[in-house]
Antibody, heavy 124, light 106 residues
Framework: QLHLQESGPGLVKPSETLSLTCTVS??????????WTWIRQPPGKGLEYIGS???????YHNPTLKSRVTMSIDTSENQFSLKLTSVTAAETAVYHC????????????????WGKGTTVTVSS | SYDLTQPPSVSVSPGQSAIIACSGD??????TAWYQQKPGQSPVMVIY???RRPSGIPDRFSGSNSGNTASLTISGTQAMDEAAYYC?????????FGGGTKLTVL
């Protein structure tokens, strides 16, 4: 059974860079059928898409965050990572990694496997 | 930008059917998925491709999508179905979420 686990600092200072890694176990990260995805949820609020990366390195972004987001993938380690620069207190949230399964190569997909999420607090 | 709109809350009596709507321009032309999230837990997908149920999801969960509205229907709602529900679609190379609907089973 596929398992995703987020890891990274739980506290980041304002204006600094948030860095998280998602480790995938129980299956390979290398598949054209999937994109590896980051989603966040501020306390008491809804889900917000951050972005996705395929095993070939193709990326998809939330347009509002695109300029500050860098995603990477390491197929040898079965991991993918997120960097979000210049964070503010409003970006305090639970950050989830998830597997997006494609409907087709061009029509998006759905998140069928989620990590438990990791809380990141932005505070000085 | 493309928006998905959900009602903030829906209430239902146990055993009755709950319908949660998600609206967006020509949403029926896109595939929609639905997620259930209970407090302190990660979301769980309950419907994908408009009306398909993943294995392990009870058959009281069903979905439809036509015109500008996708709907999640929970038939014979149980107390355990009380949760937040989010619709999700894809547009212009990005994932979109609705704002979420809190389902209360009274």
């Amino acid at each position: 059974q596929l398992h995703l686990q987020e890891s990274g600092p739980g506290l980041v200072k304002p204006s600094e860079t948030l860095s998280l890694t998602c480790t995938v176990s129980g299956g390979s990260i290398s598949s054209r059928n999937y994109c590896w995805t980051w989603i966040r949820q501020p306390p008491g609020k809804g889900l917000e898409y951050i972005g996705s990366i395929s095993d070939s390195g193709a990326t998809y972004h939330n347009p509002t965050l695109k300029s500050r987001v860098t995603m990477s993938i390491d197929t040898s380690e079965n991991q993918f990572s997120l960097k979000l620069t210049s964070v503010t207190a409003a970006e305090t949230a639970v950050y989830h990694c998830a597997r997006l399964t494609r409907y087709t190569m061009s029509s998006g997909g759905y998140m069928d496997v989620w990590g438990k999420g990791t809380t990141v607090t932005v505070s000085s | 930008s493309y928006d998905l709109t959900q009602p903030p809350s829906v209430s239902v009596s146990p055993g009755q059917s709950a319908i949660i709507a998600c609206s967006g321009d020509k949403l029926g032309e896109k595939y929609t998925a639905w997620y259930q999230q209970k407090p302190g837990q990660s979301p769980v997908m309950v419907i994908y491709q408009d009306g398909r149920r993943p294995s392990g999801i009870p058959d009281r969960f069903s979905g439809s999508n036509s015109g500008n509205t996708a709907s999640l229907t929970i038939s014979g709602t149980q107390a355990m179905d009380e949760a937040a529900y989010y619709c999700q679609a894809w547009d212009t190379n990005t994932v979109l979420f609705g704002g979420g609907t809190k389902l209360t089973v009274l």
